[in-house]
């Protein structure tokens, strides 16, 4: 319920951000897409002395999952067909699974790992455009301002201090604010409204981390791809033609 409440909140302001000279009000509605995530982290290898960590994971393209709450409203511009779409979002989601290598000098069975993830969550604002290319049809791409949530740091316990220290400095490397891009189509039916995003970072996810005194590169990108289903809690009417007046 937090989360919607605050969803409401933010959608009510961007809406009376918008001029009502040139705009009319089409739609408004809440949305629920369900996220499918890749993260892309530089270099491939990260050596850190006693420890490695290898950002290829298990070399898959799209296999984490989240979620993306929002709110929305869709503004026609003028008499055309153009419309602006302003959305604030709540996306969770689980970046990719990386391996953090140790036992480095084990010639007979290689060296062990332990897995790391980061579990990405965010409150968004998107600047959304768009073009009607037909009665229920739709395109729209445009900007979205991500702020990142800070990952919980891990108490170091006693019998793993390098790995909870390792989980840590991986943890704090998260940019607080981050700029992305999505375009996608979609369709309504009725109240219903459904589109297809793809979403890629223009800005990254993380650039770098300390570990042990020494800072190492570790920029991670993120694409999504999102399958989305809204409800129109709003939808303007069409306008009488000359023949129901």
Known sequence: MGHCRRLGLLLLLAGYSLPGTAQRLESA?????????????RPYVIDMGSYALDTKGDNSRYDEIGYRLAAYARWQ?????????????YTSTR?????????????????????FGHRINRWE????????????????????LA?????SQLPVRKGYPASDAIY?????????VQLLA????GVTFGRFDFN????????PYTRRFTFDGTTYRYEQQLRQGLFTAGVLLYKRRPAAGPADR
């Open 182 to 185: 999505q375009a996608g189509v």
């Open 29 to 41: 509605g809440l949305s629920n897409s369900l996220n499918v995530t890749q993260t892309l982290a």
């Open 77 to 89: 511009l003028g008499t055309g067909h153009f419309f602006v779409q302003p959305e604030v979002a």
């Open 168 to 176: 840590n400095s991986l943890f704090a490397s998260v940019l607080p």
């Open 147 to 151: 702020f990142n949530q800070q990952e």
């Open 196 to 203: 297809l995003r793809f979403e890629q970072s223009l800005t």
């Open 95 to 115: 970046g990719q699974a990386y391996k953090v290598l140790y036992d480095l000098t084990n010639s007979q069975v290689g060296p062990s790992f332990f897995t």
């Open 125 to 144: 604002a998107a600047a959304l455009g768009g073009l009607h290319t037909g009665q229920r049809t739709y395109i729209l791409a445009g900007p979205v």
